[in-house]
């Protein structure tokens, strides 16, 4: 521990105080913020406005976002993911994406991409690329997470489903345009629903000739069916010898982790990626929904014939969150949701599936909640 | 006036529709809600940024000319009181959620006030909006200071609480800070045997010091001592502009509550009520008053009383539109909708301060 350390915590959190004691703000930035955004619109004091150079069409139902970051952004490890805020009618909203693109590639362009799969019945991917168009400007969190190749490559296999690809491409690419000598073998199989629904299908291949270690499988999951055994010993014969990377939707990712560890591999061989957040379907008939109470690390499984609100269902799972009128009035009971679908049963209203601040007393789970509590 | 011919209540098949076309005002409006009204919260926040820094350095460059120093007191209590009313109590009422902002957010806003919000957000938000009027659970009824109905027992304090409520009124951040600690009983009188508090009275009591000092040091110890040479000056400046800050939102919030027609509950009438009976008991619980837009901007749209007190986490400044359908809404089942201009709601607040200032007149007891 330097002195020059304390010291900087020190004004730090002088600075902190004498704002929250001067302005009743958190910090200066919040309390200016109002002022910038009438010159930077958008503007926030904690995340990096950017401006999104292009949407381009991947295919049917995809597109990727080329964005310019903000220059005191830091950049990124190949497999990471940011969180992109837009506001949408005056509302912020938040959601999580890889890039799909290389640090490599950003340190000589400047740019990042996103490649997005548009949701039917989502509020938000399908509205991304009319709002934002070229020249419109987003925020972006600071690049974060885990899902990134070892330093010393090892053999690997990898494993995507749909638009679980993003972060592998930004990996292949990574290695392809460092054009170092790749030793290693890799293979790749690659899921999706038909044959139109592969993305960078081309880049892909590309990668194939410019890596001799890598082995990309195509897979149309209407001809030969979802990851299997079967397609183990016949894409990749020494599976249990390598590293595996798995990306994709939920069930796919809880599938394969369950296949792969029958066969013996072991679990510190595994990793995998949630990419955002399951596609909801409010219409769809299903028995029940889970919560999951973050903080406390309880979850509780909800009936579909006994509608119980959040706040009963934390009261049940003993959580004492604050509350007060127990009818929506108060906002005493005001809980952040990390993901899933909830219904006020005031307003009557179905929230959006990412996170905001719900009402514990009046909100029922109509889909799988993560609440912070 | 007794309070049980007071409330005549509506049957219930017609507070059950009365309420049913107040959800309808409700839904409609919220369909609109959406940038209009962040645009809007966000300019007002503006205006407060501007003032707040405008008034603090006009302050300082009073020693140029008075009239700087005056421009800089008012430029301030603008300030505050934009702060206090359109902004901060509309905020924490949770009227901009919706937006996903951290800073304009009901559970996370502070504003320029002595009074520690997460405080107010109990008693005010809770407490006072979900038993409006109800004699013995909303302690916004005269402030356990005033008696303003036949519903408490006179008693000779109250021959010249006129004076009472001038001293609250100027003092009213005070008061509004001191309102929880009071009802819990930290310093003064009995100790309450069964509180609700989610907190322990250590930590209000903490909060309240912690708050209030705060809001001390900021305003007479750090700004007059940051224009050290216009100390003085600056000090008495935010001294005034916080006194004329008190008056105003006192002011507004008597003639929301207090005027002359307001109707009181008793517990027991409260009891297991449905949607049209709560709605009923807001709506005589609250009265609104009649003015041009800044009016309404500077009372955080509290001219617009019954219909916060309707809708209270419906953007304020929608109020004025709903307050027409919301009028008519009343006339339609025959519900008093207390209104009237500013002067005239103020004359009947300070009528009921003093009529009930006097012990009630004896009623002969009927066989």
């Known amino acids: 521990m330097s002195i020059s350390i304390n010291r900087a915590d020190f004004i730090h959190t002088a600075w902190r105080w004498l704002a929250r004691n001067v302005t009743n703000n958190s910090s200066f930035s919040a309390y200016f913020e109002p002022l910038v955004q009438m010159f930077y619109t958008q503007w926030r004091a904690d995340r990096f406005r950017s401006n999104v150079i292009d949407v381009r069409r991947e295919s049917a139902d995809m597109y990727s976002l080329v964005i310019k970051p903000n220059k005191r952004w830091q950049g990124f490890e190949a497999g990471q993911y940011i969180e992109l805020t837009v506001e949408k009618e005056g509302a912020w909203v938040s959601r999580f994406f890889s890039i799909s693109s290389s640090p490599a590639y950003f340190e000589q362009s400047g740019l990042i991409e996103l490649s997005i799969r548009i949701q039917e019945n989502g509020q938000i991917t399908p509205w991304l690329p009319q709002a934002l168009k070229a020249g419109g400007v987003v925020n972006i969190s600071q690049a974060a997470g885990e899902f990134c190749l070892e330093r010393a490559l090892t053999p690997t296999l990898m494993i995507a489903g749909g638009s679980g690809i993003t972060p592998f491409r930004s990996m292949l690419q990574q290695l392809a345009r460092r054009r170092e000598v790749v030793s290693q073998p890799i293979s790749l199989l690659y899921y999706a629903r038909s044959s139109e629904h592969f993305l960078f299908r081309n880049e892909l291949k590309t990668f194939q000739q410019q890596l001799p270690g890598l082995v990309v499988h195509f897979i149309d999951t209407r001809d030969v069916g979802f990851f299997s055994e079967a397609h183990l010993l016949s894409y990749c014969e020494d599976f249990r010898s390598r590293d595996v990377y798995i990306c994709g939707p939920s069930p796919m990712i809880v599938h394969a982790r369950k296949v792969l560890q029958g066969q013996g591999v072991k679990q510190e061989q595994i990793h995998y990626e949630f990419f955002g957040p399951e596609p909801v379907s409010l219409d769809e008939d299903r028995e029940a929904s889970n919560v999951l109470f973050q903080q406390s690390g309880k979850q509780v499984t909800t009936d579909k014939d006994q509608v119980k609100t959040l706040l009963a269902l934390a009261e049940e799972a003993q959580i004492k969150p604050v509350t007060g009128c127990r009818i929506g009035v108060c906002h005493q009971c005001i809980c952040q949701k990390k993901s899933g679908v909830v219904y006020n049963s005031k307003t009557k209203t179905y929230s959006d599936t990412g996170q905001e601040d719900i009402q514990l007393c009046v909100s029922v789970p109509v889909a799988d909640v993560v609440l912070e509590l | 006036m007794s309070t049980a011919t007071n409330n005549a209540r509506p049957d219930s098949a017609t507070l059950d529709a009365f309420a049913q076309d107040l959800d309808q005002i409700r839904s409609t409006t919220m369909e609109k809600v959406g940038q209009e009204d962040a645009n809007y919260i966000r300019n007002v926040i503006r205006v407060q940024r501007i003032s707040e820094i405008g008034g603090r350095v006009a302050l300082v460059l009073g020693f140029l000319s008075p009239i700087w120093w005056v421009v800089g007191v008012l430029l301030l209590t603008l300030a505050k009181i934009l702060d206090n009313m359109e902004i901060g109590h509309n905020v924490m009422h949770g009227q901009y959620d919706w937006m996903n902002d951290p800073n304009i957010n009901g559970k996370r806003f502070e504003w320029d006030h002595a009074a520690d919000s997460d405080s107010w957000r109990r008693y005010h938000n809770h407490e006072h909006h979900t038993y409006t009027n109800i004699i013995g659970k909303d302690r916004d009824f005269g402030y ?189 089942y025959n519900i008093p909708y207390n209104t009237g201009s500013f002067g005239q709601q103020y004359l009947t607040v300070v009528k009921r301060v003093l009529k009930y200032s006097l012990p009630p007149k004896q009623v002969p007891i009927e066989a």
């Open chain 2, 144 to 332: 356990g200071l005033l008696r303003l109905s036949d519903d408490t027992r006179w008693r000779p304090k109250n021959r010249w609480q006129i004076l009472t409520y001038l001293n609250l009124s100027i003092l009213f951040e005070l008061g509004v800070a001191y309102h929880e600690v009071a009802g819990e009983r930290i310093f003064m009188g009995k100790r309450r045997k069964t509180s609700n508090l989610p907190i322990t009275r250590k930590e209000l009591r903490n909060a309240f010091f912690s708050k209030a000092g705060r809001q001390f040091f900021k305003d007479y110890v750090f700004f007059p001592l940051l224009c050290f040479p216009m100390f003085l000056p600056v000090l008495a400046g935010n001294f005034l502009a916080n006194i004329l800050r008190n008056l105003w939102t006192s002011t507004v919030i008597f003639c929301g509550h207090f005027t002359e027609d307001i109707h009181t509950f008793k517990m027991e009438e409260c009891e297991n009520e449905t949607q049209g009976e709560w709605y009923y008991r807001q709506i005589l619980g609250s009265s609104n008053f009649e003015g041009s837009r800044w009016l309404h901007i500077l009372s955080g749209h509290l001219s617009c009383q019954v219909e916060h007190h309707l809708f209270p986490d419906v953007p304020a400044h929608r109020y004025p539109a709903m307050a027409k359908e919301v009028e008519a809404v009343c006339r339609k």
